[in-house]
């Protein structure tokens, strides 16, 4: 299996394909159409997510019904909710640093997106849903969700409200304390595939680890290295802003961070942002460590959605479960454990891989 | 069977004349109330005067100060009593002069004497010298006149444009460019802030470096309102409204014990007992919202926990509804006992009662799991909040938050009413100091109140028909004698409640005058969460779980 997806044909070429289209004008009409069709997706998913999912999911953890009224199992409720969103009057402070307060919610879920292109997500038919497979994709998907703490400190430091510069700075200081142990634990990935490129990456998960009982159960570098998975989920929650590190919000201490004064479109787009975040962060998770699209029986794609829906339940159950840490704790577990951690396990990685293996 | 009392050994009791003796040449005369004696003294020896009581006699504890005007001059009244037994109280009436009241603070020797007195001379117009910071508490500082005092203007108007007075928005609120601290306005629109409290906090990057609570904005003259409204049948809804989170009946206890007192009406016993139970249901659904809302402070989210202690209290709300009518004004007590019986039929109210109990360590075993067992809760909240005892009994912390902070000091064991000193339960004590000790409490306070209640059930299964008298013999109307005072307090959900009544012959109070236990335990705010951070500083404002419906009264 390994290297079935590498010199695949990706979307833009298929889509140009099917339209007769050849050159460069195929190709950049194919990219752009195929952007469209990914984009698409993924903002439909987080419209399930944010004003649906979430409620129903967080009310099963802690007892409640949520929204069931409007619709079957209340799935109206998406409608209902973006009328009312889009319908609320946009206030903006008075002092409010104009052009930053009005990118912040723009850059905050286009970086997001950005990070989709190079993420593979498998076969839908017979269209294989990759937008671009360039040799640094892990560093690119990387560089990408980083953006997103500039979106967070634009919005806060142009607010002009001491809440929301609060919200902004701890944004920064958790995204440096999370960013480095996060992209360490990618390395040792790297040194598993190597590769940076995501189809290699996922290509290489395709060989068998063991077998059981006539089951393979794949290499998937979650079952090869569970404790990288591990830290990389910690510092991915982190990343993402999610609880128990959700501080850069805190409603109960600093109302809610950076988008305290946001109100209306601006603050949908930061809330699709958000969720366009943690699906992003659980793409990442599924390509490098939960073999990306792969899976029996169903397509690939409906395999890597279920992935990415999976880390999003998982941040879910977190955050009715776990209490906030401090601000000062979060940055000690972030310098002083995952650092090192994730340090030990590229080193010993690396020793593993080169030395034994 | 019955509750162990503690040891009093330790505490020596003073008669009158010791306590006259001590205080010696201060004394100008003697105003004694009904349950403890009185001393006059001058204005100017108030800090001496409570020094020596509280370092040579003992009391420690600064309950209440009252303030009042009488025809001829003002009055502030320091009601002290002793932590080790609160049964010993004395009061030290200092009266000041008519025409330029001032006297001396107490905020030297007690610390609690800070917002009280800013309260006096908010409300009645004393001035006191030596006050650290003497201003407006509970009206806005606009406000013009004294609202209890004789000569106030009941119809001036007290709107007044910011034009016309010094407009706080003009001056430059800038920190000192060089100031390295932020100011922060946390509320009076703030998620975390429990109802409408201002807290103005001085911060260092994330650390808390000053922080002064602003109160009053749910300030609704009840002690005025009491004032004029007779002692019979009006005040008693009243006290629902002070601590309106479940504790309706622990408020009401607190009216009914002063008045009952003051009139010399015996409750009969099976009272007593309904009493005791219905308290102790108001007790443990206050508990439950404390838990819930502490779970929200530190989780950030609505998570399981909340959810669960309102299922939990819910429960014990429908007990009430049952028991009262009411799921949270309750208005059940009445002078004398209480308004009716156990509904009937009486054997499903007491299942109903006892199903819940039975559920209840299951309950508990849940919260223990998920709150006081999760690390990231302990990492979040053991040995921040601190508030060592000393400064604890000097703001005259009572309640929970004493109790967490090691000090054993529970009225219903200390200064027994109802039924309590006949049943058999402890009074819960951690001596953490912190965020952490506090939460204790309340979850175990919950288990011995359940314990409680569970004594008053098998009590109330048991009595005989003909002897179930719920109220005694009242008259219609009450007129205590004139110039009868007494100060009185019990136990309420949030510590000390304790209402001063000065009678004036007539039938409604010449002085109603409300100890609420938030309004103490708030003050201790700025001591635990200075140095911490501002997280810190909501998790300690959380567990001293205040309504600030008490604290603005």
């Given at each position: 299996m390994a290297g079935l997806l590498q010199g695949e044909v990706l979307l833009p070429e298929q889509l140009a394909d099917l339209m007769g289209l050849e050159g460069p004008l195929g190709v950049a009409v194919g990219a752009l159409l195929g952007a469209f069709i990914v984009g698409n997706i993924m903002l439909a998913m987080t419209g399930v997510a944010g004003p649906w999912a979430k409620r129903k999911i967080t009310a099963a953890f802690t007892d409640r019904f949520a929204v069931n009224r409007i619709g079957p199992f209340g799935l109206f409720i998406i409608v209902a909710d973006s009328v009312r969103l889009?319908?609320?009057e946009l206030i903006i402070p008075s002092n409010a640093d104009r052009p930053s307060y009005d990118l912040a919610p723009i850059v905050l879920p286009a970086?997001?997106?950005?990070?989709?292109?190079?993420?593979?997500?498998?076969?839908?038919?017979?269209?294989?849903?990759?937008l671009a497979d360039p040799e640094a994709g892990l560093a690119l998907v990387f560089a990408f969700a980083s953006i997103a703490s500039i979106a967070l400190v634009m919005?806060?430091?142009?607010?002009?409200?001491?809440?929301?510069?609060?919200?902004?700075l701890r944004a920064v200081a958790q995204n440096i304390a999370y960013e480095i142990p996060l992209i360490v634990t990618a390395m040792s990935v790297v040194i598993f595939a190597g590769s940076l490129q995501m189809s290699t990456i996922v290509a290489e998960q395709g060989a068998t680890l063991v077998s059981l009982g006539g089951i393979d159960i794949p290499a998937w570098y979650a079952f090869v290295n569970p404790f990288a998975f591990v830290l990389f989920l910690v510092a991915n929650m982190a990343e993402i802003g999610r609880n128990p590190f959700d501080i850069p919000e805190a409603p109960t201490e600093i109302v809610a961070g950076y988008q305290t004064e946001y109100s209306s479109v601006y603050f949908v787009l930061f809330y699709l942002g958000e969720f366009l975040?943690?699906?992003?962060?659980?793409?990442?998770m599924a390509t490098i460590f939960l073999g990306g699209p792969a899976g029996p029986v169903l397509p690939g794609f409906v395999w890597f959605v279920i992935k990415i829906w999976a880390f999003f339940l998982f941040t879910q159950w977190a955050r009715s479960a776990l209490p906030r840490v401090r601000i000062d704790q979060l940055i000690e577990i972030g310098w002083k454990g995952m650092l090192v951690l994730s340090f030990a396990n590229l080193v010993l990685t690396a020793i593993i891989v080169g030395v034994i293996a | 069977m019955s509750i162990e009392l503690p040891e009093t050994a330790g505490v020596t009791e003073q008669s009158p004349e010791e306590l006259e003796a001590l205080l010696d040449e201060l004394v100008i005369g003697r105003d004694d109330h009904l349950n403890a004696p009185g001393y006059v003294i001058k204005p100017d020896t108030v800090v001496e005067?409570?020094?020596?009581?509280?370092?040579?006699a003992g009391f420690d504890h600064l309950s209440c100060v009252t303030a009042q005007e009488y025809d001829d001059r003002y009055e502030s009244i320091y009601h002290l009593k002793k932590f080790d037994d609160p049964t010993q109280e004395v009061s030290i009436v200092v009266p000041a002069d008519k025409e330029n009241p001032v006297s001396q603070s107490a905020n030297a020797v007690f610390r609690t004497?800070?917002?009280?007195?800013?309260?006096?001379y908010d409300l009645v117009g004393i001035e006191y010298d030596e006050h650290p910071n003497l201003k407006r508490i509970l009206l806005p500082d606009t406000w013009q006149g004294h609202p209890l005092g004789q000569s106030y203007d009941q119809d001036q108007p007290q709107v007044v444009p910011l034009r016309e007075h010094k407009n706080p928005l003009l001056e430059d609120q800038r920190a000192a460019s060089e100031s390295e601290t932020m100011y922060l306005n946390i509320g009076p629109h703030h998620p975390a802030t429990h109802g409408v409290l201002h807290v103005k906090a001085v911060l260092d990057g994330e650390q808390v470096v000053d922080l002064e609570p602003d109160i009053g904005y749910l300030h609704r003259c009840e002690e005025q309102m009491c004032q004029n409204s007779t002692y019979r049948y009006q005040i008693m809804p009243y006290p629902d409204r002070w601590d309106y989170i479940s504790a309706g009946l622990l408020n009401e206890w607190a009216y009914a014990r002063v008045a009952e007192d003051m009139a010399d009406i015996e409750v009969p016993e099976y009272a007593q007992v309904i009493r005791t139970m219905g308290a102790e249901l108001c007790r443990m659904a206050a508990h439950f919202l404390a838990l819930g809302t502490f779970a929200l402070d530190i989780y950030g989210d609505f998570t399981a926990i909340f959810m669960y202690s309102i299922r939990d209290r819910e429960r014990v709300q429908n007990i009430l509804e049952d028991l009262t009518g009411q799921r949270l004004m309750f208005n059940y007590f009445r002078l004398g006992g209480v308004v009716w019986d156990l509904p009937e039929p009486r054997e499903e109210f007491i299942e109903n009662a006892?199903?819940?109990?039975?559920?209840?360590?299951?309950?508990?075993?849940e919260y223990h799991d998920m709150m006081t067992a999760n690390e990231i809760l302990q990492l979040r909240t053991v040995d921040t909040g601190v508030l060592p005892p000393e400064v604890a009994k000097s703001y005259g912390a009572t309640g929970p938050v004493a109790r967490g902070s090691g000090i054993d000091y529970d009225l219903r064991r200390d200064d027994p009413y109802g039924y309590y000193d006949k049943l058999d339960w402890d009074v819960v004590v951690e001596d953490g100091c912190d965020n952490y000790s506090r939460l204790l409490v309340r979850m175990r306070e919950v288990e011995q109140s359940a314990k409680i209640v569970e004594q008053c059930l098998d009590l109330l299964e048991d009595w005989p028909e003909d002897e179930r008298t719920i109220q005694a013999n009242v008259p219609r109307t009450i007129k205590p004698k004139d110039d009868t005072e007494i100060y009185r307090a019990v136990e309420g959900a949030k510590g000390e409640l304790g209402i001063y009544i000065r009678a004036d012959g007539t039938e409604k109070p010449a002085r109603f005058k409300i100890r609420s236990p938030c309004f103490s335990n708030l003050q201790t705010l700025p001591e635990m969460s200075n140095g911490e951070y501002v997280p810190d500083a909501i998790a300690s404002l959380g567990s001293l779980d205040i309504v600030l419906g008490e604290v603005d009264r």
């Open positions: 889009l319908g609320k970086s997001a997106l950005l990070g989709f292109a190079v993420i593979p997500m498998g076969d839908l038919g017979p269209l294989n849903i990759h919005g806060g430091y142009a607010s002009n409200n001491k809440y929301s510069l609060m919200g902004g975040h943690i699906f992003l962060g659980g793409a990442i | 005067s409570l020094r020596r009581l509280r370092d040579d004497a800070d917002w009280h007195e800013r309260e006096a006892r199903d819940y109990l039975e559920e209840l360590p299951t309950a508990l075993e």
